[in-house]
């Protein structure tokens, strides 16, 4: 069995709660942590050669880079709240220091940087919001880092989906350095559950089968999508939430629908 699933695990000294670098997931371009910041604790880190998008996932806090600071930014103090968040954006060979000026988890999504483009804050304005899919298979999505805003490898995206519905779905896969028919794009998922108590189920599969795995994810888990397609299915009396993260040799999303399944797509449009 592949090891897909990397879970929450007790706070270290940092706060750190959950950690993904290419070197453990066994690919070359995404790392990702999630921090739980106790109220007045704080966080230091060198960006190196990596580009850093910081997600204030839930409370208030203070961030500060080489040149910039904002303060006291965020305002979603649960997920489910489902308003877009607060993050921030900082490019490699610069340094970020976050300040919880309430508890605080936030997300670092890391991947490789060139200095193009200087450290910057998105505001939940700066956040598309979309109703994606249609009847079982609708979604909302937050566009926090997409293709069309400036960065040099990342792509990041948070996602609700309700109770009894599918999301990622009709199953889909950027796995083929083939453009512009398709992008290779690593990829994880930092999932959420709500009523905590509950799960998620998600699939990651090729077409030949070599890889085919159906995991029971709990709230805090994240999965790695090295390959294949990737569905996800919240169970009826849990919504589902999770933080995508995507990057590659090129920084677009062009992805292919499993042949199997795409109809369904079109049929769910067709009722809309």
């Given amino acids: 069995m592949a090891d897909l699933i990397v879970p929450t695990k007790t706070a270290d000294s940092d706060g750190n709660v959950l950690s993904i670098t ?11 942590d999630v921090y739980s910041l106790k109220k007045g604790q704080k966080l230091k880190k060198n960006t190196e050669n990596q580009e850093i998008c910081i997600v204030i996932l839930t409370g208030k806090s203070n961030v500060s880079t080489k040149e910039e600071k904002w303060e006291n930014i965020g305002q979603r103090m649960d997920i489910f709240e489902k308003i877009p968040p607060y993050s921030v954006y900082v490019s490699n060979d610069d340094h ?13 999504c890391a991947a490789p940087g060139k200095g193009t483009y200087p450290a910057r804050l998105i505001t939940p304005q700066d956040v598309g919001v979309e109703h994606r899919g249609a009847g079982n298979i609708a979604r909302q999505v937050h566009n ?6 400036p960065a040099d490898s990342l792509l990041v995206v948070e996602v609700f989906t309700p109770e009894g519905n599918w999301s990622s779905y009709p199953p889909h896969k950027h ?3 083939n453009l512009p028919h398709e992008s290779y794009l690593e990829e994880t ?10 799960f998620a189920i998600q ?44 990057a590659g040799p090129v ?22």
């Fill in 22 to 32: 290419p070197q453990s997931a066994g690919w070359e371009y995404i790392g990702f």
């Fill in 96 to 108: 970020y220091e976050v300040e919880a000026v309430t508890d605080l988890e936030i997300a670092v």
């Fill in 144 to 149: 926090i880092l997409p293709e069309q805003k």
């Fill in 175 to 177: 796995d083929q350095d």
């Fill in 189 to 198: 998922y930092y999932h959420k559950v709500n009523p905590g108590h509950g």
């Fill in 203 to 246: 699939r990651v599969y090729t077409d030949d089968q070599s890889l085919d795995e159906t995991m029971i994810i709990k709230d805090g888990d994240a999965v790695l999508v090295p390959k294949g397609y990737h569905p996800v299915s919240a169970p009826p009396g849990y919504e589902v939430y999770y933080l995508n993260v995507m």
């Fill in 251 to 272: 920084r677009t999303w062009k992805f292919n629908n499993s042949k199997d399944h795409e109809w369904i797509m079109e049929e769910k449009l067709a009722l809309k």
